[in-house]
């Protein structure tokens, strides 16, 4: 049976002095739901699944299942499971005595065990594999015994530590539709950790973004595309359009010119943030275009192009628009652009800490 899990202030400090790993973090996961932390690495995912499960003691916050706190817990009695990027497996014993392993450390019959450990070998798809040793399996397979043990253990809530990252791309996608079909069954309570924002899109309810120990913003995913809170939680979901302006009237003015804004934003700066999806290409003579520019990249994503087209304003200004499946445009071409007023989102402007990288520069390093 899944438990809500509610984090509450959580924060981690190493060294006395030293800046925090995890800096008040507080989220909420519903019974029964998968919510992903999602974050550049170092920013402190891992550290929030460590304090979850006990295997570090926060410096300063609380962990609840059900209302319960669970400080001074020890980690066997939380009623948590957790998988790892690397499986971990023993590789000198079955496939069937791997998951069996943790129903046996309780105490249970070693028939009885094992016959568990079947069933969960089926549920992972693995049925017929117990007889095997670990290590004569393919690493997608043991990350499917790795999750079979954890399942076995019959937990309240689910830890998922980047688990499928060291798979291929096609792997990791049986992995995601797996895990789908193992939530219908079994509705267990996911926190995901995971770097890959495909992968919150796959598999998680509500993403919370971390940045620097910090939660940023958390919501379902498609809200954080739509209206990102930062420039940190806009450049994760691989948001590169940022020009800096000032707001006033409800009005962004910056070297686009003025751009009336969907929602009430606060006087002063802040740089206007749009994805690519939502910017509509159109000829430079359109009376529609909110700006005109010349596409200086473009950049494949399967049947579709990305266009980074300069615009006016200082070097580097640029808008990146994404083309309909099998559109072409080729660098040199002037282009109009419709920045739809519903996509246009305001964001403070990045403090020093973490002030614009120019190496990602959408025009000097596509
Ligand atoms: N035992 C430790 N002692 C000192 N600092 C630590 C320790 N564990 C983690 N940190 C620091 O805490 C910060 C957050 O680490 P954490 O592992 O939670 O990040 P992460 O987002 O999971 O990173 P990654 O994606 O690379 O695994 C990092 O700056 C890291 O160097």
Do not use: W
Not at 75 to 80: A, F, I, K, S
Not at 283 to 309: K, S, Y
Not at 322 to 328: D, H, R, V
């Amino acid at each position: 049976m899944s438990a809500a899990l509610d984090l509450e202030g959580l924060t981690r400090v190493h060294a006395s002095g030293s800046a925090p790993a995890l800096d008040g973090f507080t989220l909420d996961v519903p019974a029964g739901s998968c919510v992903a932390v999602l974050g550049p690495s170092g920013s402190g995912k891992s550290t929030v699944l460590r304090l979850t499960a006990g295997l570090d003691e926060p410096t300063a916050g609380s962990v609840r299942l059900d209302g319960r706190d669970l400080a001074g817990v020890p980690p066997e009695r939380r009623g948590m499971a957790m998988v790892f990027q690397r499986p971990l497996l023993f590789p000198h014993l079955s496939v069937r005595d791997n998951v069996a392993f943790a129903d046996r450390v309780r105490g249970v019959p070693r028939r009885r065990a094992r016959e568990r450990a079947e069933e969960y070998l089926g549920l992972v798809q693995l049925a017929g594999y117990g007889d095997r040793p670990a290590r004569a399996l393919s690493g997608g397979q043991e990350q499917r015994v790795a999750l079979a043990r954890a399942l076995a253990a019959e937990p309240r809530v689910l830890l998922l530590d980047e688990p499928f990252s060291a798979l291929d791309t096609a792997l990791r996608a049986e992995m995601h539709d797996l895990l789908a079909d193992l939530r219908l069954r079994l509705d267990p309570t996911v926190l995901l950790v995971t770097h890959d924002p495909a992968e919150a899109d796959a598999l998680a309810d509500a993403v919370a973004v971390l940045d620097g120990g910090r939660l940023q913003q958390a919501g379902p995913l498609g809200e954080l595309y739509a209206r990102p809170a930062s420039l940190a939680v806009s450049r994760l979901l691989g948001g590169r359009t940022e020009v800096p302006g000032t707001v006033r009237d409800g009005v962004h003015t910056s070297a686009l010119g003025p751009l009336a804004l969907p929602g009430p934003v606060p006087d002063g700066p802040g740089v206007l943030v749009v994805r690519p999806e939502a910017v509509r290409v159109t000829a430079p003579g359109d009376p529609a275009a909110d700006v005109t520019g010349t596409v200086v990249r473009v950049r494949r994503r399967g049947l579709r192009a990305l266009v980074v087209v300069q615009v006016p304003g200082p070097v580097g200004t640029a808008v990146e628009a994404e083309l309909a499946a099998g559109e072409e445009l080729p660098a040199g071409r002037p282009v109009g652009l419709v920045l739809p007023v519903g996509a246009r989102t305001v964001v403070p402007p990045a403090g020093p800490a973490s002030a614009p990288d120019p190496a990602r520069s959408a025009i000097s390093h596509g």
